[in-house]
């Protein structure tokens, strides 16, 4: 008799937005930490922004290649450097991490940092070193640069 296998749980959705019941939460420390102004041009919607960041830090996406769903890629990489500039995602960070604790939510006594690496662009061992070398002076170019191992002969 073949064994049955045993079906595989589905795993949680991935998260690409900000759910209403976190929205709740966040919007107040948004509001209090950058009030909106009474006069001028009216703010933007800083879901939106918030969604732009979780969706550009999620893909790994460059800013300028985000969906119009989230605004203007230009908005959103502003309010991200000012998010990280006033230290917002610390304090929003610390808030959350209190409110699962009191759900039971956070075990302290193990932890784990997760970091995405950057591609090694030219991969392998290191290079050797760029040799500067002086351009023809019938040309009127600036200096040309090519690596110590190669002669170039020109």
Known sequence: MAQKRAKKENPLDTIWEVPDE?????????????????????????RRVLNGIIFRLRSGCQWNKLPKEFGDDSTVHRWFQRWCQDRFFERLWAVLLEECEEFGGVDWQWQSAD??????????????????????????????????????AW
């Open 22 to 46: 976190l929205w709740e939460r966040i919007e107040p420390l948004i509001n209090e930490a950058y009030p909106p102004k009474g006069t001028g041009r009216p703010r933007v919607d800083l």
């Open 115 to 152: 970091a995405m690496m950057g591609k090694a662009r030219f991969g392998g061992a290191k290079q050797a070193g760029i040799q500067q070398i002086e351009a023809n002076q019938g040309r009127r170019r600036a200096l040309l640069w090519k690596p110590m191992e190669v002669r170039w």
